[in-house]
């Protein structure tokens, strides 16, 4: 994991500097043999490693380059608009898009577009550059596989959040190619799926653990079938979801431990997003966990999700592991809830009025290099089993196959300790599915509301808003407030691109 950030420091530079000066004529014939540029550095093994974790950096979405950063420009980004939230203590620049009132103007959402097009621009130069690198074509290969997955995984935000995107394949070689119109939905898919179908072939299954973090073949085949899912291709996504399952992934028992940093790629992890307490290489590469999840509260389960969590029992009575590591009851007037340490006692009472999330709340001073709790190194899961087994389950309830997939669901719930499907019909299984274990294995992950728009595209999404008790539910329009604004920095910018319906 130190590895993956130690190469960023300046290369990033290199990367952004290119994108903004490569197409300019070179009036003076002098180089600054200090100076990068992408003529210069793409030469040796060693350039491609690094740019290839310049791209990985860039998913960190370091707004205000500090450890605020990913939870503003990624996590809430991302999380704000779920129907399992009560917003609570929301800050007022996710206000607006907390209660579907989202602004083209918006720093969080012009964030999220920026550093996820740096990724793309990146990760394009990791694929046209490292075929000429003085390496062997396996090892090239498989930093081109890569920059693919990356490249998918940009796209694959991009077009759940904003709908209608510039499709990125190719660094600009002119001025021409600065601004592009936007592609359709079906070209940005094709392109995710021909990247993950191609990445898979050629990443290793592993890497060195010095190396946690890269994107593996089960990464590429879990995020392909991801692709396949959100497209309703059922069988396409379950037999890459099969391919996945036969692979050596397994569930942890401990699941608790999957949020608190204690347990980072583990036997569950497919792909997270790496953060470490390290100053190491003059970056901050650090976020705010605990303190947003805690006492800061920007948002906490609202009283559908509580009482999901309070059903999902064990055969003798008890709560599941996945209630006593997703949130919390009573919460104190100190902070120190959420500090390592404590029994199942000290979290949970009679008085159940308030809920707050436990899960990513968690800060350990004996790893916290000197910081304060505020901090936290916490890597940010975004594929594990126990998802690309609910995703399968899915996917083979859809072809009919609802014995099958309720025997996916119960390997999640026998991990979680929840009592066991014995039957259910297909109809009943898909509300399963989606309004009861999805929640309850998932939630604080940010997924949330991605399916939600998946599921109900063609449909009245702002009926489960609220049905499930969402605060500002009347607010939502099912036409508009699917996607995001495009930031208006790049509708002003590009004249191709158009604004989405409604902003």
């Known amino acids: 994991m130190e590895k993956i950030k130690k190469h960023f420091t300046g290369f990033l530079l290199l990367l952004i500097a290119a994108f903004t000066f490569s197409c300019e004529e ?15 550095f793409w030469k040796t093994e060693a350039d491609a490693v690094k740019g290839v974790t310049a791209t990985y950096a860039l998913f960190q979405y370091q707004l205000w380059g500090g450890r605020w950063g990913f939870y503003e ?11 399992l939230i009560h917003l609570a203590d929301m800050w007022a620049p996710f206000g607006g898009m907390s209660r579907y009132e989202a602004s083209p103007t918006s720093y969080v959402i012009d964030g999220f577009w920026e550093f996820t097009y740096q990724a793309l621009y990146a990760s394009n130069q990791v694929i046209e550059n490292v075929p000429n690198v003085a390496a062997d074509d396996a090892t090239k290969q498989a930093l081109i596989g890569e920059g693919k997955f990356l490249r998918a995984y940009a796209h694959f935000l991009l077009v759940n959040t904003f709908g209608n995107i510039v499709l990125v394949n190719s660094t600009p070689k002119s001025p021409d190619e600065f601004y592009k119109p936007q592609a359709s939905q079906a070209e940005v898919w094709a392109l995710i799926e021909s990247d993950l179908q191609e990445a898979k072939s050629v990443l290793p299954d592993s ?34 979801f099969e391919a996945v399952k036969s692979m050596s992934y397994q569930l942890v028992d401990d699941y608790e431990s999957l949020f608190t940093g204690m347990n980072e790629h583990s036997p569950e992890s497919i792909f997270e997003i790496n953060f470490t307490m390290s100053d190491e290489g003059g970056r901050n590469e650090r976020n705010s966990f605990p303190a947003m999840m805690g006492p800061w509260k920007m948002e906490h389960p609202n009283e559908y999700l509580k009482n999901l969590y309070m059903n999902d029992l064990t055969s003798d009575g008890n709560f599941s592991k ?20 404590g029994t199942f006692e000290d979290y949970y009472g009679a008085d159940d009025t308030n809920v707050y999330w436990r899960k990513f709340g968690y800060y350990n001073s004996d790893n916290n290099n000197g910081y304060s709790w505020s901090h936290s190194g ?20 859809e072809m009919g196959n609802t014995g099958e997939a309720i025997n996916n669901i119960n390997l999640v719930r026998e991990r979680a300790g929840s009592t066991l499907i014995t039957s259910m019909d297909q109809t009943s299984l898909r509300e399963h599915i989606r309004h009861v274990e999805r929640p309850l294995e998932l939630a604080g992950e940010c997924g949330r509301f991605f399916d939600l728009v998946r599921w109900y595209k063609n449909g009245d999404l702002k009926s489960v808003l609220q049905a499930h008790g969402r605060e500002d539910w009347e607010k939502f329009d099912n036409g508009i407030d699917i996607y995001y604004p495009i930031p208006q920095s790049e509708v002003s910018a590009n004249p191709f691109v158009t604004q989405n319906p409604g902003y």
């Open 26 to 40: 070179n009036f003076l014939e002098v180089t600054d043999p200090n100076n990068l540029t992408p003529d210069t």
């Open 378 to 397: 916490t890597n940010m899961p975004i594929i594990r089993y126990a998802d690309v087994l609910l995703m399968l389950a899915e996917a083979q309830n």
């Open 73 to 83: 420009g990624w996590y809430e980004n991302m999380q704000c608009r779920s129907d």
């Open 207 to 240: 890497y060195p653990a010095e190396w946690n973090g890269r994107a593996t073949k089960g990464a590429a085949t879990a995020l392909l079938g991801k692709a396949y899912l959100f497209q309703d291709k059922w069988a396409q996504a379950a037999s890459e």
């Open 322 to 341: 996945r209630v006593f590591g997703s949130i919390v009851f009573n919460h104190p007037e100190s902070d120190i809830w959420y500090f390592d340490g």
